[in-house]
Nanobody, 119 residues
Framework: QVQLVESGGGLVQPGGSLRLSCAAS????????MAWYRQAPGKQRELVAS???????TYTDSVKGRFTISRDNAKKTVYLQMNSLKPEDTAVYSC?????????????WGQGTQVTVSS
C-alpha cells in the first residue's frame, strides 16, 4: 500500500506565503514524476507544477515566478513553496505521484489540502 499525505495548507493574506509538503510512504521502489494540482470551486482541476525524478520542474503560466516545486528523494517528499499569493490561488491543492511499488506502477493521489488567500 502507498500513501501520500499532504500538509501546510491554510488561510493567508494576499501577498503572503505558504509551503505545502507531500510525503509518500509504503512499499515504494521508485518515485518518478511528482506534481501538485489544484481545484477551485466550480472549476476543473489544473496542473500547477511538476518535477521529474531528476529534479526538472515545470509550471503552469499563472504561477511562474511565484511558486517553486522541489523534492527530497531521500524523504520521498515533494514541496510547493508559494509566494506572492493571490485570491485566485484559492483552491484545494492535491499532490500526485507516479510510483513504482512492489506489485506494479501506478498513479497515486493525496487527500488534498485547502489553501485560502483572503484578507
Amino acid at each position: 500500500q502507498v500513501q501520500l499525505v499532504e500538509s501546510g495548507g491554510g488561510l493567508v493574506q494576499p501577498g503572503g506565503s505558504l509551503r505545502l509538503s507531500c510525503a509518500a510512504s509504503g512499499s515504494i521502489v521508485t518515485i518518478y514524476t511528482m506534481a501538485w494540482y489544484r481545484q477551485a470551486p466550480g472549476k476543473q482541476r489544473e496542473l500547477v507544477a511538476s518535477i521529474t525524478s531528476g529534479g526538472i520542474p515545470t509550471y503552469t503560466d499563472s504561477v511562474k515566478g511565484r511558486f517553486t516545486i522541489s523534492r527530497d528523494n531521500a524523504k520521498k517528499t515533494v514541496y510547493l513553496q508559494m509566494n506572492s499569493l493571490k485570491p485566485e490561488d484559492t483552491a484545494v491543492y492535491s499532490c500526485n505521484a507516479d510510483i513504482w511499488r512492489i506489485g506494479g506502477r501506478s498513479d497515486y493521489w493525496g487527500q488534498g489540502t485547502q489553501v485560502t488567500v483572503s484578507s
